[in-house]
């Protein structure tokens, strides 16, 4: 045997010898895994909505009535009294507890009588009692100290007679209420034979 052939042998023997040892250092592949979780798309429960409190539940609380809603009161108490406009300059505190009320307005009143043009002040509260069934507040025992000052023509006046004692009343006896998302909604009268006026209480800052 020829040395050429010789080599060549040894060669390809240590060559076998090679891949031998690699094949055994070599990991096995990895068999899938069947236990693999399935991740879901699955939302979260949703959390369950507030229920809404309603009848006379609701009305508990420290509750503000805003200008916008204000001046819808006093547009419409305008409107019933010829000579009159009014038009309002801040809002009103409501408060409820479980048998008592009290009302704090907090607001100016611009307004012409008869051609002349005058501005008023209330100030005060109005408290008493009330009872509520699932729809219509009743309300008794008032006692009242608001004073309405009223300068109209540089001249004061006592306004508290103005637009037949609206200015200076509550007026939520027998008043229709509702329990809304953001607060009651009370119906205002304004006065015998007028249609009431609905007022949005919002909660007290």
Do not use: K
């Amino acid at each position: 045997m020829s040395t050429e052939l010789r080599r060549l042998r040894a060669l390809t023997a240590v060559s076998l010898l090679s891949v031998g040892v690699l094949t055994a250092c070599t990991p096995p592949a990895a068999e899938p895994d069947d236990t693999t979780s399935i991740e879901t798309d699955a939302a979260a429960p949703a959390e369950p909505e507030e229920e809404m409190v309603s009848g006379p539940e609701c009305l508990i609380g420290e509750w503000y009535i805003a200008e916008d809603q204000m001046q819808g009161f006093y547009s419409a108490v305008s409107g019933s009294n010829e000579g009159l406009d009014i038009s309002v300059e801040g809002g009103t505190g409501l408060s409820f507890s479980d048998t008592t009320y009290t009302y704090t307005p907090d607001f100016t009143i611009l307004l012409e009588v008869a051609g002349s043009e005058g501005v008023g002040a209330i100030t005060g509260a109005i408290s008493g009692d009330y009872e509520a069934t699932e729809t219509t507040i009743t309300t008794s025992h008032e006692e009242s100290d608001i004073a309405v000052t009223v300068s109209v023509g540089g001249i004061s006046v006592d306004g508290t007679d103005l637009s037949e004692g609206f200015i200076n009343s509550a007026p939520i006896n027998s008043a229709p209420y509702e329990c809304g998302a953001d607060g009651p909604i009370i119906q205002f009268a304004t006065g015998d034979g007028n249609p009431t006026v609905a007022m949005q209480l919002t909660p007290a800052s």
